[in-house]
């Protein structure tokens, strides 16, 4: 009989699982404030003054090509909660973008809480999406298919690449200070196109985060915002990347269970898809991750490695 009591106790235990896992809200990575007819340099405008009226501070901004602005923000509730964790430096800052879409002008932001999951925060900041929502609006999410904040504590890019907590360091210097002021020189010199568009620092903490622009060299098209933002956010592009979500919901599906794909045909050809989709591997550049020369690569230089 006792055996039959903790069978069943588990069975309650999994589906009240279940059930609090269903009712846990999906959350997207961008939240679109408003859209319509106007001018881009007015509503840039408008927009920070509606951000700092709301209590935000505009750490800086923009322009990576025509007809957009990207402006950073940031606020008390992001700096003192991005202080709590050990990476949270990453949510100190969101990002507000001003774009023309042929006859409308869009207003979006990224969504506060889904960050903080990603950033595996120690809070939510959903002050803060309130506060953006009441100074800018909110149409809809959108971005992605959506994740719960549990999925998100554990967001995985894709098989093969970095967790979030696996960093990756470029350098060290003797202190804090010292690291500051060399990443402060290499943004001023423009070092690979990169430049400085704002700072923040986190509030009680040696930990600064940096926003970026990069306008990379010809032969550095991955370190080129202009680049980058025509391969993913153009809608002849939009149907590849639903293309790659259903690649992606079968490779769900053939790892599910699994600690590895080995022995698993559907995961071991989905495998050998994506190893030889140019989508994944871009083009030959003949340099590492430094940007150090290399004799030898899967391609000739410039071109795609499939």
Known sequence: MSRIWKSLSLVILTLCAALAFAQEPVLKP????????GDVAQK????????????????GSYSPYANTTVIGVTGDELRSTAAKSEHGGYGAAMRVAVVRVKDEVQVSYTNPPYWAGVYRMNGDLKDTAAKLQAALGRVEEFGANGLTPAQLRKYHYAFGMEYFNEDNSLAGYGSHEEAVKAVEAGLAAGKQGVTKVYRVDVAGKKEVLFGVAMKGPADSRMMDDAYLMSEIDFKEVKADLEAFGRDLERAVEAFQGLESGAGNAAAETLGKKWFFDGRFSGTATLLDQLKRPVPYARAAKGAVMT
């Open 30 to 37: 961008f939240v679109l404030a408003s859209k319509g007819a």
């Open 44 to 59: 840039v405008e408008a927009t920070k003054a509606a951000l700092a009226k709301a209590g935000f501070t505009v750490a």
